[in-house]
């Protein structure tokens, strides 16, 4: 990954995070914590709208996010906003932390999300909101059913289920998630479902883009065997065309959700 790909996932987040700072509700003085901050959409944005003497703390697994994120924290001269490596199945933080938890698009890419979810609930303080967003099982269902396609009249079976087991894997359902929420013990006030679409008017654009390209292509070339890359691709770009022949462009949906969640307060 370059560092110049980095600022480009704002692209990606920002419909997500627009709707997550609509939800959340800051208050003067309160702790923050922001869960797989990418590159410091939203979480930089909270802390500018949260100011002093609140504060933000974002994580994140990658090195090159947190150097990227420290950078504008510098350059933007943002006195309330700290970014820390980390995990969200083991975060560096006691009991009854935080007033306010919040991953845009960033708890489905962890390895446990029923244990990361009960770390949120652990750092929470009693009364703690928590808001994250999903994207949800048919986003870009438009390239996969092309991709299956290809995959199923070469005879790939086995790629179309590791293909449907990588969708399974990064892309959970709204009751897979709501079940998951009140299990760890959070109180689920809203759910909103939103989406928004992708338009490419020719296939080698839609590969060349540098979201589908850094982020998107790596993980669907993974599902082939290396001998088979080239043709397979070459197939799906053949098909991707010939649909824009006949509608004009190539349209992609990505569904998502938005989760507003409490975590219950202390009883008297």
């Excluded at 510098?74 to 083991?90: D, H, L, M, Y």
């Amino acid at each position: 990954m370059q560092m110049s790909d980095i600022d480009e996932l704002p692209l990606w987040s920002a419909p997500f995070g627009l709707v997550l700072l609509d939800t959340i509700r800051l208050s003067q003085g309160m702790k923050v914590l922001d869960i797989g901050s990418g590159s410091g959409f939203p979480m930089l944005e909270i802390a500018d709208r949260l100011g002093l003497p609140g504060h933000v703390t974002g994580i994140d697994p990658s090195d090159e996010f947190c150097r990227k994120i420290t950078e504008k924290v510098t350059e933007r001269e943002i006195p309330n906003a700290t970014i820390i490596k980390g995990v969200a199945e083991q975060l560096p933080f006691g009991n009854d932390q935080f007033d306010l938890i919040t991953s845009n698009n960033g708890l489905n890419n962890v390895q446990d999300q029923p244990l990361a979810f009960l770390e949120c609930y652990r750092t929470g303080k009693p009364g703690a909101q928590l808001v994250i967003t999903m994207n949800l099982p048919h986003t870009m269902i438009e390239f996969y059913e092309i991709f299956e396609e290809v995959l199923r009249q070469e005879g790939m079976n086995t790629e179309v289920g590791l293909m449907r087991q990588h969708i399974a894997e990064k892309r959970k359902s709204v009751d897979h998630l709501k079940n998951l929420i009140n299990e760890t013990g959070f109180n689920i006030r809203s759910i909103q479902v939103e989406g928004f679409k992708f338009q490419f008017a020719t296939a080698m654009a839609f590969f060349s883009h540098h979201l589908i390209k850094n982020y998107f292509l790596p993980h669907w070339e993974a599902i082939l065997p290396e001998n088979r890359i080239s043709s397979v691709m070459f197939d799906v770009r053949e098909r991707i065309d010939r649909q824009i022949d006949k509608e004009g462009s190539f349209t992609l949906s990505v569904p998502y959700a938005c989760f507003d969640c409490l975590k219950p307060a202390t009883t008297a």
